[in-house]
């Protein structure tokens, strides 16, 4: 008789899927040249990714929920316009991917226009500040502005874009994210003298 060596009741392992669409002209730098970009997503993330490239469905299939999340993340990432490099630092746990839809704040074309404006700024200016400051990638695709740093600095630049949008004077949001980045330098001062007061020292800063 045959030896069966697989352990008898075994549980299969889990198989979690996601499913999202990217615009089609964001395809092509999803699958890289000869489909090196794809290729090197999977092994970092251990999922598979499968793509329609006349529609722009994709589908995401592995084991390790935590990943797949990461995953879908830098999917859409690049679908707003990020280069595949930044957005594959989101596979750091320490990092957040941010989606503004302007949707939310105007659905008149001619206001997104000079919500978009506002947020690039006199020669790209306002984003180039923004992205200094809080130190995070910033695009601007079609109706929606995406942030890419660091988990408390996208957060800062999330709040200053949502200032913008809403209509807060330029001056006012550079003096805000000026404050937040002395915090910021403090907060990291304190984490590296006495990492337990860290937690403490942020909620007082804020």
Do not use: C
């Amino acid at each position: 008789m045959a030896n069966d060596s697989s352990p008898p009741n075994m549980p299969e392992e889990q198989v979690f899927r996601y499913e999202l669409r990217i615009p089609k002209d964001r395809i092509a730098v999803l699958i890289g040249k000869s489909g090196e970009i794809k290729e090197r997503i999977e092994v970092a993330s251990g999922a598979d990714i499968d793509i329609d490239s006349k529609e722009g469905d994709i589908v995401v299939t592995g084991h390790d929920v935590i990943k797949l999340y990461q995953l879908r993340d830098i999917i859409k990432a690049i679908g707003r316009g990020f280069n595949p490099e930044i957005a594959l630092l989101l596979l750091r746990p320490d990092y957040a991917f941010e989606l503004i839809q302007l949707n939310d704040y105007s659905q008149h074309k001619n206001h997104q226009l000079r919500m978009k404006g506002r947020v690039i700024g006199k020669e790209g200016k306002t984003r180039a500040l923004i992205e200094e400051i809080t130190e995070v990638n910033i695009t601007i695709y079609g109706k929606t502005v995406a942030i890419i740093g660091p988990i408390e600095n996208a957060t800062i630049a999330s709040r200053a874009i949502d200032m913008l949008l809403a209509g807060s004077p330029h001056a006012n949001v550079y003096k805000w994210l000026e404050k937040k980045r002395n915090s910021l330098k403090q907060i990291e001062a304190v984490g590296k003298k006495a990492p337990e007061l860290k937690d403490e020292y942020k909620k007082y800063a804020e």
